[in-house]
């Protein structure tokens, strides 16, 4: 069943320095309920831009973007409010991205915990969860450091876990290891594959690794804004 799916989608920013900048040109994709999809291509290419539009975090100038997260009927991000939206974020996708945008003043506990404190659960509920989603991914023992006191590797598995501590139905993530030695990378790609199966995922990456690629059930290639090649 496709889950999230989005078509003809374009975007152009405009800026006042600079002439209007395209981005996406009519790009088309569907995402089946449990798939693991990586997207890749250069720098430019417009990955960045079409995962933040699928998450409803920017909203695209023509085409649609549609969800079926829960089985019922099909919604488009174009009937979503900005309430909405939010509430999308909150309970039905996840983002990981390249920077792991952790609060430093927070602990790794108190960084996974805020999406359920935002969406209004009680601290106990989310206490709970975190520390639950925390160990899946293999940081009992930090759970009172603070993201300076631990490596690049474990604060890019502190925020995995911030996005799946909502039970997300998709994940999105935009470079997840692109700050990562080798090491951390195989961990994290490891920890994706393993927490995939674990909570029925579906998954798109946005990336340069083949490693992660490599992962993938597919690969989807992106060029000057459009889908330019799709392997299984």
Do not use: W
């Not at 609060?103 to 359920?116: K, R, T």
Request: proline share 3%; hydrophobic share 40%; with cysteine.
């Amino acid at each position: 069943m496709t889950i999230l799916s989005a078509e003809d989608v374009h975007k152009t920013y405009s800026l006042r320095s600079t002439n209007d900048t395209v981005v996406l040109r009519g790009v088309s994709l569907s995402l089946q309920r449990g798939e693991y999809v990586a997207l890749v291509g250069p720098s430019g290419a417009g990955k960045s831009t079409f995962l933040h539009i699928l998450g409803g975090l920017d909203t695209p100038d023509r085409g649609e973007v549609y969800y079926r997260l829960d089985g019922g009927e099909r919604q488009t991000l174009s009937s979503l409010n900005e309430s909405d939206r939010v509430r999308l974020r909150s309970y039905g996708i996840g983002f990981v991205f390249q920077f792991h945008h952790l609060l430093p003043e927070f602990s790794a506990l108190e960084n996974v915990m805020m999406p359920l404190l935002l969406r209004g659960e009680r601290r106990t509920v989310a206490e709970r969860q975190a520390r639950a989603v925390l160990d899946a991914v293999g940081l009992s023992h930090r759970l009172e450091h603070k993201p300076a006191e631990m490596s690049g590797g474990e604060q890019q598995r502190v925020a995995l876990a911030r996005a799946l501590v909502i039970r997300p139905k998709v994940l999105l993530a935009d470079e997840p290891t692109g700050n990562l030695d080798s090491a951390s990378t195989a961990h994290v790609l490891r920890l994706i594959a393993e927490l995939r199966l674990e909570y029925g995922l579906t998954v798109l990456v946005a990336t340069h690794s083949p490693d992660v690629a490599g992962c993938a059930d597919r690969i989807v290639t992106m060029q000057d804004g459009r889908i330019t090649e799709c392997q299984q």
